[in-house]
């Protein structure tokens, strides 16, 4: 079955550290997002990626960076710079057709500080 | 002013009562809307697109009013499976396929 898949399901960073949150989608998709969202709110753009080797930071990217050497995957790091990461981390991925197209999302990273 | 405005209620429906709820959003650009299911610490899920002459799926109706600038939402003979988080999803003119989330609409269906 096509989908996205998101893994840890849970994660935990001490302080200082660099963790690493993977996604890897087999849906052919173009495009692929990572969102973060906070209890009670809706999802904030931290990094998207249209094309292989490209990608453009969102709303919220400072403390995060991504990499995207293949369509399939687009991992996100989460830097000892983000100094509250405290979230729920989704990926989504999309087809770039005419027109916007709804996205797909994975079932999530929650990512806590010890 | 959010880009994108929900009511984030939340709104308590009794079974099989039928409950309606609106979006705004501020940029008369947009050109994309959705609406998205999301269950507590879950992942969003497409419920529907929004047409420009509305649209409906099973008990669910979905219309925009580009005019005033929002979508709405009615869930007809509401079930206890209902009680989710609506997101209002929306996309401008912009690259990437960037899309702007609401903040989300809590409905609970109670016995």
């Known amino acids: 079955d096509g989908g996205i898949t998101q893994s840890p399901k849970y994660l935990f960073r001490k302080e200082g550290q660099n963790v690493t949150l993977s996604c890897e989608q087999n849906?052919?998709?173009?495009?692929m997002y990572w969102y973060r969202q906070d209890p009670g709110q809706g999802l904030r753009l931290i990094y998207y990626?249209?094309?292989?080797?490209?990608?453009q930071k969102g709303d919220i990217a400072e403390g995060y960076s991504v990499s995207r050497e293949k369509k399939e995957s687009f991992p996100l790091t989460v830097t000892s710079a983000q100094k509250n990461p405290t979230a729920f981390y989704l990926c989504?991925?999309?087809?770039?057709?005419?027109?916007?197209?709804?996205?797909?999302f994975g079932d999530g990273t929650r990512l806590s500080i010890l | 002013r959010k880009e994108v405005e929900q009511d984030p209620g939340p709104f308590n429906v009794p079974e099989g009562a039928t409950v309606a709820f609106n979006c705004t959003y501020s940029?008369?650009?947009?050109?994309?809307f959705f609406w998205y299911r999301q269950d507590c610490r879950k992942e969003p899920k497409l419920l529907m697109s929004?047409?420009?002459s509305g649209n409906e799926d099973g008990r669910f109706t979905a219309q925009l009013n580009r005019a005033s600038q929002y979508i709405s939402l009615l869930i007809r003979d509401s079930k206890l499976s209902d009680s989710a988080t609506y997101l209002c999803?929306?996309?401008?003119?912009?690259?990437?396929?960037?899309?702007?989330f609401g903040g989300g609409t809590r409905v609970l269906v109670k016995p």
């Open positions: 999803v929306v996309n401008s003119r912009t690259a990437g396929n960037k899309l702007t």
């Open positions: 990626s249209q094309i292989v080797n490209d990608f």
């Open positions: 940029n008369s650009a947009s050109q994309s």
């Open positions: 849906l052919n998709h173009d495009a």
């Open positions: 989504a991925s999309t087809r770039i057709d005419s027109g916007a197209q709804p996205q797909h």
């Open positions: 929004v047409y420009s």
